[in-house]
Every structure is written in structure tokens, then in C-alpha cells.
């Protein structure tokens, strides 16, 4: 059966979500413990000892172990699935586009959302005011390059979906909610659709 899967997270963040979406994908049954960061539930002495040191979710705790970083814990889970190419550079390819997710793509959309939803426009602080409009433009950028790459395919990695597929899933299907027009990139929003579609698909909260 292998060891007890519980996962730190917050339910509305994109981050937690791939997770929970991989999971559903390959029929695994994880527990969920939820944390308020707007109330600063990840800074805790207890969090910061026993979870994760950085005070960061989400966080896939494995047995007595504990795995920060989403994508990371995502690999751990779909290892040995078909959600993983077994050929050599379908599987870099994969991984390159896991971690053009990481640097380009949620550092952007999933910030900008953030600050939009969550913080709110007159909250802001003055630095953040100021990144705003190039992590914009870095986010648009971000989803023409996808938007470009699957003119001409399914999905972003081989024939079938992937982890690529999923990661990327996450915050792109709620990019709007940062005020990013997906309309503008409709190869993007097919590929949303079909990943919606696929079996095992689960929604992200409220």
C-alpha cells in the first residue's frame, strides 16, 4: 500500500491544486490539511519545525517525510505512470516544460492573481504597484509561447498528457482571475478544454 500521502496546502492555491490533480489522475487517495496563509498559518513555530522550515505550502508529507516544492511532489506521485514518457528526451522535454512553469509562467500569472484576488488593487504595496505591469506582459508572453507551441499538437509533451500537462494546468486555467485574456491565445484554451475533459479530472475550489 506504501506509505500514508498527506498533503499541506491551500485549497485555492494552483500550486496545492496539481497536486491534488496528479493524484486524481492516477486514482491515489490523499489526505489534505488546510492552512489560512492570509492569516499566516504556514509562519507558525509548529509549521515552521515540523513542515517545511521555509514556511511555504504546498507540502506532500510521505510517511514521516516531508516533500516541499509542487512539482517536485507531483514527480513523487506519477513516477512509474504513464503520466511520465518512458522515452529519454520525451521525458527531459516534460521536465523543460515543468520548469519553464516554475520560472516563467507561475512566478507571473499565479503572482499576478495572487495580488488581484487575494491582496486586492488597493492593498498593494508601492513595489508591488511597480512590478505589476512587466510581470503582466512576462505572464502574456508566457501563455503566447504556449499558446504558439500548441498550434500544432494536443498537448505539450508527445501524444498524451503529462505532468507538463497538469503543472501548466493549474494557474492557466484560472489565469482571467489575474485579468489575463485567454481569448488571445485559442490553441491555450482548446488545450484547457481538453484537459478538462479527460477522465479523473477534478476542479479546483473556491
Given at each position: 500500500?506504501?506509505?500514508?500521502?498527506?498533503?499541506?496546502?491551500?485549497?485555492?492555491?494552483?500550486?496545492?491544486?496539481?497536486?491534488?490533480?496528479?493524484?486524481?489522475?492516477?486514482?491515489?487517495?490523499?489526505?489534505?490539511?488546510?492552512?489560512?496563509?492570509?492569516?499566516?498559518?504556514?509562519?507558525?513555530?509548529?509549521?515552521?519545525?515540523?513542515?517545511?522550515?521555509?514556511?511555504?505550502?504546498?507540502?506532500?508529507?510521505?510517511?514521516?517525510?516531508?516533500?516541499?516544492?509542487?512539482?517536485?511532489?507531483?514527480?513523487?506521485?506519477?513516477?512509474?505512470?504513464?503520466?511520465?514518457?518512458?522515452?529519454?528526451?520525451?521525458?527531459?522535454?516534460?521536465?523543460?516544460?515543468?520548469?519553464?512553469?516554475?520560472?516563467?509562467?507561475?512566478?507571473?500569472?499565479?503572482?499576478?492573481?495572487?495580488?488581484?484576488?487575494?491582496?486586492?488593487?488597493?492593498?498593494?504595496?508601492?513595489?508591488?504597484?511597480?512590478?505589476?505591469?512587466?510581470?503582466?506582459?512576462?505572464?502574456?508572453?508566457?501563455?503566447?509561447?504556449?499558446?504558439?507551441?500548441?498550434?500544432?499538437?494536443n498537448w505539450f509533451v508527445g501524444e498524451a498528457p503529462t505532468l507538463a500537462d497538469i503543472c501548466l494546468y493549474a494557474y492557466s486555467h484560472v489565469a482571467e482571475e489575474g485579468?489575463?485574456?485567454?481569448?488571445?491565445?485559442?490553441?491555450?484554451?482548446?488545450?484547457?478544454?481538453?484537459?478538462?475533459?479527460?477522465?479523473?479530472?477534478?476542479?479546483?475550489?473556491?
Amino acid at each position: 500500500m506504501g506509505d500514508k500521502l498527506i498533503l499541506h496546502e491551500y485549497a485555492q492555491s494552483g500550486n496545492c491544486y496539481k497536486i491534488r490533480l496528479t493524484a486524481a489522475h492516477l486514482g491515489r487517495r490523499i489526505e489534505r490539511v488546510e492552512y489560512d496563509i492570509m492569516k499566516g498559518e504556514t509562519r507558525t513555530p509548529e509549521f515552521l519545525t515540523n513542515i517545511n522550515a521555509v514556511g511555504r505550502i504546498p507540502v506532500l508529507q510521505v510517511g514521516q517525510r516531508f516533500l516541499p516544492e509542487s512539482n517536485a511532489a507531483c514527480f513523487y506521485l506519477a513516477d512509474g505512470s504513464a503520466l511520465i514518457p518512458e522515452d529519454r528526451f520525451a521525458r527531459a522535454d516534460m521536465l523543460r516544460w515543468m520548469f519553464f512553469e516554475q520560472y516563467h509562467h507561475e512566478p507571473n500569472i499565479a503572482t499576478v492573481r495572487f495580488w488581484v484576488m487575494f491582496v486586492g488593487g488597493d492593498a498593494l504595496s508601492e513595489v508591488q504597484r511597480a512590478q505589476l505591469p512587466a510581470k503582466r506582459l512576462a505572464g502574456e508572453r508566457a501563455l503566447q509561447q504556449m499558446d504558439d507551441h500548441l498550434a500544432l499538437r494536443n498537448w505539450f509533451v508527445g501524444e498524451a498528457p503529462t505532468l507538463a500537462d497538469i503543472c501548466l494546468y493549474a494557474y492557466s486555467h484560472v489565469a482571467e482571475e489575474g485579468g489575463f485574456d485567454l481569448s488571445l491565445y485559442p490553441h491555450v484554451r482548446a488545450w484547457l478544454d481538453r484537459m478538462a475533459d479527460l477522465p479523473g479530472h477534478i476542479v479546483m475550489e473556491a
